[in-house]
């Protein structure tokens, strides 16, 4: 036994049984068809290549129309989208896989040129700094959404939801990280409603929350998690007070006894991306530490683990599971490589982001 044993010992996560603490992070790699969104046979393959993870985290999967943030990204809209999921999910589960849905809409981080000229939506009409490297624009100013747009989007995730059971997901997580809609309306530098979605921390959670509860309506409490990313930057994002914010809301997740929240540990640094915006880390200082008392039910750690790092946190009550994002990429196999301490492959950063099954599901497991 090495000193990340741990890692390999069995977690009940609500009503999933995961046969290790390996958790395959979600991850925009931007490989569905263009056009329709729909999941394709190299989608089945990178995915089924990882099914000894824990449970698989799907990339970001749009809910709306006015979420098409980035070529290439997944749906789940239509009938279409919907069988396209179904091959990933049996591909997955014929190796005894688990796989979760991250469900997602962009929010303001998209453009109208990536989306028939559909302007994005948030919660107030604020850009993100800086240029939108997909159209190579400024982003645009959005429009704010009326309480019936917020109704709206709300029942777009409940269909969602219930697409994504249909085509077989074992529990769905709630995309609210990374500066997209639900980040935007939890945190106050791009949230400046004046209504019952913004100002204090409890509205500023409110559009989260009746989120969770639909998804809860359709999956269960039990199949139900959420990402937050409470100090990352990412997208011009931050808030004033984190640690109130998020205990807040932690505390409400906990009521509704929902199986997951995976936590970003962002280590961003001062100005990151050029926002101005304070380190993550000087804000506030052990974010892991100050938010797990807040929450009874499993934590995922997240952000620059390695399979010590991830064992330690465990080993000291931080998370419960870690997630890997960037490690998964060139390691197919990477519960095995942590298992047998194996040498770790490198990935191709060139080949993250678009392209065909190059750099993408053509990592061969370990060799010797």
Not at 31 to 38: A, G, I, L, Y
Not at 53 to 63: F, K, M, N, Q
Not at 199 to 214: P, T, Y
Request: glycine share 8%; with cysteine; net charge neutral.
């Amino acid at each position: 036994m090495n000193n990340t044993s741990i890692l390999f010992k069995p977690l009940k996560v609500g009503e999933l049984n995961l046969p290790n603490r390996i958790i395959m992070a979600a991850m925009t790699r931007m490989r569905c068809d263009n056009d329709t969104k729909v999941p394709n046979n190299i989608v089945a393959d990178y995915y089924s290549q990882r099914a000894s993870s824990g449970l698989i985290l799907t990339e970001c999967t749009l809910v709306s129309q006015r979420s098409n943030a980035f070529p290439g990204c997944a749906g789940i809209l239509n009938e279409e989208q919907v069988e396209g999921w179904k091959k990933v999910i049996d591909a997955v589960h014929k190796k005894n896989g688990r796989i979760a849905l991250q469900i997602w809409h962009s929010g303001r981080a998209t453009h109208s040129n990536l989306q028939g000229g559909l302007i994005p939506w948030a919660p107030s009409p604020i850009a993100i700094n800086g240029v939108n490297y997909a159209v190579k624009q400024p982003h645009e100013v959005p429009h704010e959404m009326t309480t019936e747009d917020i109704k709206l989007v709300i029942q777009q995730f409940k269909e969602g939801a219930y697409r994504a059971k249909k085509a077989g997901f074992d529990a769905v997580e709630l995309h609210g990280a990374n500066g997209y809609i639900v980040d935007q309306f939890l945190r106050s530098h791009s949230n400046r409603r004046n209504d019952e979605y913004g100002g204090s921390v409890e509205n500023r959670s409110r559009f989260c929350l009746e989120i969770i509860d639909e998804l809860v309506q359709v999956f269960g409490k039990g199949r139900v998690g959420i990402k937050v990313s409470p100090v990352g930057r990412y997208n011009d994002m931050f808030d004033e007070d984190p640690v109130k914010l998020y205990t807040y809301l932690f505390k409400e997740l906990d009521k509704r006894q929902i199986a997951f929240i995976e936590i970003m540990n962002s280590k961003d640094e001062e100005n990151c991306y050029g926002f101005g915006h304070p380190a993550s880390e000087k804000q506030v200082p052990n974010l892991l530490q100050q938010l797990r008392p807040s929450f009874k039910g499993v934590i995922i750690g997240n952000v620059g683990l390695t399979a010590q790092t991830a064992a330690q946190g465990i080993e000291q009550g931080l998370f419960d599971a870690a997630s890997f994002g960037t490690l998964y990429i060139g390691n197919p196999d990477l519960v095995e490589r942590f298992k047998d301490n194996l040498k770790l492959s490198d990935s191709d950063p060139k080949k993250y982001f678009g392209g065909n099954h190059e750099g993408y599901s053509d990592y061969p497991p370990y060799q010797g």
